[in-house]
């Protein structure tokens, strides 16, 4: 069974760097054709994918969040990591890691329980 | 704004049966495979249809999902309680390089 666990800071301060880990158990994150993603949340609001990385380290980011966004993946530790630079108050929101598999095209079959991460002094 | 578009809100009585739209362009939905979500107050999303209209283990047949052009639809029937909720269609857009999702849609049963 697949299961993905999401931790880091739940306070960042405005200007500085969010940074989040997505442990994974039960898959390998370096094997396969899965890709293993972040999401988040804003309270009250939708959906917005951040990016992705791919079993050989390539990765996508989404356009508006490209220039902050970086996702790192540490196989030693079946894990990845999400590092947003430059957060503001609008970076306040729920952050999930989700597996996108191949089997199910790419739809994001396993998630973790996500982490409120809120930006502020 | 999102990419794609769902409308805000649904409802229908206990046993009925409700449908979802979900709207995009040749870029995104035209093109690639749509999957479903259903997330629970409080809980992470959970996937409910993929490739346009497979179902993942343990989710019931009460679920269904269409794709046609550039639109894809999630049917409920037999609706319970417990599918009140919020739903949130999603794809790949070739144009952006990036995964998209629709604003979502609150389903009330009634």
């Known amino acids: 069974q697949v299961q993905l666990q999401e931790s880091g800071p739940g306070l960042v301060k405005p200007s500085q760097t969010l940074s989040l880990t997505c442990a994974v158990s039960?898959?390998?994150?370096?094997?396969?054709?899965?890709?293993w993603s972040w999401i988040r949340q804003p309270a009250g609001k939708g959906l917005e994918w951040i990016g992705r990385i791919y079993t050989t380290g390539s990765s996508d980011y989404n356009p508006p969040l490209k220039s902050r966004v970086s996702i790192s993946a540490d196989t030693s530790k079946n894990q990845f990591t999400l590092k947003l630079n430059s957060v503001t108050a609008a970076d306040t929101a729920v952050y999930y890691c989700?597996?996108?598999?191949?089997?199910?095209?790419?739809?994001?079959?396993?998630w973790g329980q996500g982490t409120t991460v809120t930006v502020s002094s | 704004q999102s990419v794609l578009t769902q409308p805000p809100s649904v409802s229908a009585a206990p046993g009925q049966k409700v449908t979802i739209s979900c709207s995009g362009s040749s870029s995104n939905i035209g093109n690639n495979y749509v999957s479903w979500y259903l997330q629970l107050p409080g809980t992470a999303p959970k996937l409910l249809i993929y490739d346009n209209n497979k179902r993942p283990s343990g989710i019931p047949d009460r679920f269904s999902g269409s794709k046609s052009g550039t639109s894809a639809t999630l049917g409920i029937t037999g609706l319970q309680t417990g599918d009140e909720a919020n739903y949130y269609c999603g794809t790949w857009d070739a144009s952006l390089n990036a995964k998209v999702f629709g604003g979502g849609t609150k389903l009330t049963v009634l």
């Open positions: 989700a597996r996108e598999a191949s089997e199910a095209s790419y739809g994001m079959d396993v």
């Open positions: 039960g898959a390998s994150i370096s094997r396969g054709s899965n890709y």
